[in-house]
T-cell receptor, first 114, second 113 residues
């Protein structure tokens, strides 16, 4: 059983388009995250949600809007895509906010903006 | 703000060679330390972690890491690597009062059979 899943795995789109990436975790965790991994492999936190509420928003352009319909899902919607948005986006979850704990990662979504 | 440095960006070894990957962080307080591994085409997964206690931590697949507080280091070691250890290795640090990890830029390890 996949613990953290993301769809799609690959996403190729034109500049200016709007796209969404979906994430689901079946671990019963309270906290979910979105990370961006750039071409130099740096992993940077974008957002953190705890029990459907936004906890962390790390200087991400407001073209990026996370949505958490329930604590098992955290989707990422991106408006007006730009070339610089090309990256691998990882969803992750952990047991609970406020606790330093292991992150469980999804397989990543490779976004290419042409 | 804390930072995590992995100075070895690319490491190439032959099977049975010993491995040590460096990880240094810049934070003087309490830290929680992690090593994650990303095998080709797979997601990141935890190799080992240190929260407290014995500074020598043993993880999966024969990996271990030693927390040396005075050196702000958490180096990853394996006495004898295998071809299947070919992967990207990421060090991560969570500092006191936070639960968000800061990741290093990763080390790409290639093991030749």
């Amino acid at each position: 059983d996949t613990a953290v899943s993301q769809t799609p795995k690959y996403l190729v789109t034109q500049m200016g388009n709007d796209k969404s990436i979906k994430c689901e975790q079946n671990l019963g965790h309270d906290t979910m995250y979105w990370y961006k991994q750039d071409s130099k492999k740096f992993l940077k936190i974008m957002f953190s949600y705890n029990n459907k509420e936004l906890i962390i928003n790390e200087t991400v352009p407001n073209r990026f809007s996370p949505k958490s319909p329930d604590k098992a899902h955290l989707n990422l919607h991106i408006n007006s895509l730009e070339l610089g948005d090309s990256a691998v986006y990882f969803c992750a979850s952990s047991q609970a906010a406020g606790l330093a704990d292991t992150q469980y990662f999804g397989p990543g979504t490779r976004l290419t903006v042409l | 703000a804390q930072s995590v440095s992995q100075h070895n960006h690319h490491v190439i070894l032959s099977e049975a060679a010993s491995l040590e990957l460096g990880c240094n962080y810049s934070y003087g307080g309490t830290v929680n330390l992690f090593w994650y591994v990303q095998y080709p085409g797979q997601h990141l997964q935890l190799l080992l972690k240190y929260f407290s206690g014995d500074p020598l931590v043993k993880g999966i697949k024969g990996f271990e890491a030693e927390f040396i507080k005075s050196k702000f280091s958490f180096n990853l070691r394996k006495p004898s690597v295998q071809w299947s250890d070919t992967a990207e290795y990421f060090c991560a640090v969570i500092t006191g009062g936070s639960y968000i990890p800061t990741f290093g830029r990763g080390t790409s390890l290639i093991v030749h059979p």
